[in-house]
Every structure is written in C-alpha cells, then in structure tokens.
C-alpha cells in the first residue's frame, strides 16, 4: 500500500516508515521537521516538509494519491502547549481535520491517528477503551478533540478509522535534549554523568511500550477496517523512581536524583490494558522493558 505518514520524520513515525519498507509498503512522508529530522529516514523515503496545517497537503494527496494514511505529526512539546494552548489546537486538531476531508476527497482506504493516554486523564488501575476520558493536560484536549473528529468523519462519511491511545513510548531516536521522553532524558544524563531531575515523588506509575511494538501496531491496523480503538501499552507499570534505579543498575555512576516539584497537568497512574489489541488485531508487545533499554542505551551510546 502507498501510506502517507504525517509526522514520519519524528521518533515514532521514523520507525513506523521502517517497518512499513520491511512489509513491502511504500510510505511517502509529510512533516515539518519542527522536531523530526531528515537523517531518521532512508534516503529514498520522499519528505513533503510541510505543515499539516496548510493547504499544501491537499497537493501532496494529488500528486501521491495514497491509499492510507498514518496521522502521527503533532505538536508534543509540553512547554509549547501550556504557553501557547492554540499551538496544540492548530496542530492536533485543525491538522486532523484537514487530513480528515482530504481522506474523505480521496476515498482513502485507512486512516490510523496516533492518540494518547493523556485523553485519560487521571485514573486509578488498569485502564482500557471503556475508561472515562477527561484529559487533564492542553496535549490531552487536543488530542480527545482530534479522535472525535475522527469518529464523526467515519460517521458523516465514512472515513475509515483507527485510534490508537499509547503509553509511554521509549526507544532509539527519541528526543533527549529537552521535554522528551523520561527514558531518554535518563539514559542521556546518565551517560553524561548528569543527575537526572524527577519531577514531583517520583511514585507516579507510566506503562512503557517499546516503539518498535507500535510500529508493529500501525502497520497491522492498515488492513483492518475494524473502525475502533486501542489502548497500546505493556499493562505492566513502572514508576519513575523504579526506571531510575533499573536505568541506575545499568548505567551505574556517580549521580543521584534530583527531585523537584511536579509538574502542571502530570498524571499520577498510568497502565493500559492490551486485550482488546490483541483480540482484534492480534497484537502484543514483544520487546520486554530489560532489552527495550538496552537497545536505546546502546543507540544512545553511539549518538551523543
Ligand atoms: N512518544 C510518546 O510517548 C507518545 C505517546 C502517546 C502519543 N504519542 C503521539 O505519537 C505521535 C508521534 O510522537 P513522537 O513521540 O514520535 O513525537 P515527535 O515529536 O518525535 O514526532 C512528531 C513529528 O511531527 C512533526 N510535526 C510537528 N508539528 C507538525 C506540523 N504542524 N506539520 C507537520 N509535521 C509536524 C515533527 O517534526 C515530528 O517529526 C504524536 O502524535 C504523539 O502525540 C506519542
């Protein structure tokens, strides 16, 4: 299949274009590369740099007529979101919809959105689709706005979805410079002999899922026209100060935390129930979080 993937260019969405090239797909990418980075993608994967905004992406659908599309540019930085909340909305929402009429101009056969578990809120235990939304974060807003845009477009025309809401991904290419994920943060300052700073007790609980796992996700619900969504994430739970120490038992130096006031719209609990990926999809995380680490220490190691 031709799959458009927004946001290709960025952590996630480049391991998605690998895995869509190891399954015999043709991805063609649309970012704006505020955060992604050219080198992340084969060169001989096309990159439209444009924003997902705009009224240019109606002529990246022209020209590549894809059959799919897989939504993954978003504005993410948090920052950015409680300082400019209209960022997240122009982005997030705004983008989708117009993803949303060009798919429906297009007849395209798939449209797969990345969502999150911050449209969640905060809960107590196990969380699955039937859990209650009500975000907490500007991120988190924007996100439930843009998966019910989704579900209307489905609904008013029939636009094919699905709505993936994932936990914390970690692994090789994600930010550490600034707000990005707590497992590349960790890793950078410790192989830089830095403290790493925790925000708030260091108690709150996330549910880390390998990137290449999610990849393996998106790439399945390409050909399923089940029109739903999943919760993807390991159901097991770690907290921040329990990475910290098993990143600590690798890693071992001369550092120890810094703990400093949490942080604005920060959940406390976060553990996602798979079941319903693999019963439809038949999908399950295959990468535990010990090898998981180990292989973005080791790509960490080579990059810094
Ligand atoms: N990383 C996580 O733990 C996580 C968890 C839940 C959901 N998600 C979602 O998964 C998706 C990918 O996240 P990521 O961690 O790879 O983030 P990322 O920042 O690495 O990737 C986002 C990509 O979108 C691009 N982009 C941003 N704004 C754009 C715009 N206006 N127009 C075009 N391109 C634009 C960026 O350049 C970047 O390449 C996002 O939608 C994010 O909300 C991520």
Request: proline share 5%.
């Amino acid at each position: 299949m031709k799959v458009l993937v927004t946001g290709g260019a960025g952590f996630i969405g480049s391991h998605v274009v690998e895995w869509l090239i190891h399954k015999g797909h043709s991805p063609v990418v649309l970012d704006n590369l505020s955060s992604g980075k050219r080198d992340h993608l084969p060169d001989s994967i096309p990159i439209y740099q444009i924003d997902v905004a705009s009224d240019e992406v109606k002529n990246v659908f022209k020209e590549e007529q894809p059959d799919a599309v897989i939504h993954m540019a978003a504005q993410t930085d948090i920052t950015t979101s409680i300082l400019h909340p209209e960022e997240d909305i122009r982005t997030n929402v705004l983008g989708t919809i117009q993803l949303l009429s060009c798919a429906k101009e297009y007849n395209i056969k798939q449209f797969i959105f990345s969502s999150s578990c911050a449209v969640y809120g905060d809960h107590k235990g196990l969380m699955n689709e039937q859990t209650p939304t009500s975000p907490i974060s500007v991120y988190g807003v924007s996100k439930l706005a843009a998966e019910t845009y989704i579900k209307l477009f489905y609904q008013l025309f029939g636009v094919p979805y699905t709505i993936f809401r994932y936990g914390n991904v970690y692994g090789p290419r994600q930010d550490s410079s600034g707000e990005g994920g707590v497992v590349a943060i960790f890793i950078r300052n410790m192989l830089l002999k830095q403290d790493p700073i925790i925000y708030g007790s260091g108690k709150q609980t996330r549910d880390f899922v390998y990137v290449q796992d999610v990849a393996r996700a998106n790439e399945k619900a390409l050909t399923s026209a089940l029109n739903d969504t999943f919760t993807i994430g390991s159901s097991q739970t770690l907290s921040i100060n329990d990475l910290y120490h098993l990143l600590d038992g690798k890693l071992p130096g001369n550092y120890s935390p810094v703990y400093k006031p949490e942080k604005d719209g920060d959940i406390q609990q976060c553990v996602l129930d798979h079941a319903k990926a693999t019963k439809y999809l038949n999908w399950t995380p295959s990468v535990t979080m010990h090898s998981g680490l180990d292989e973005t220490i080791n790509w960490m190691k080579k990059t810094l």
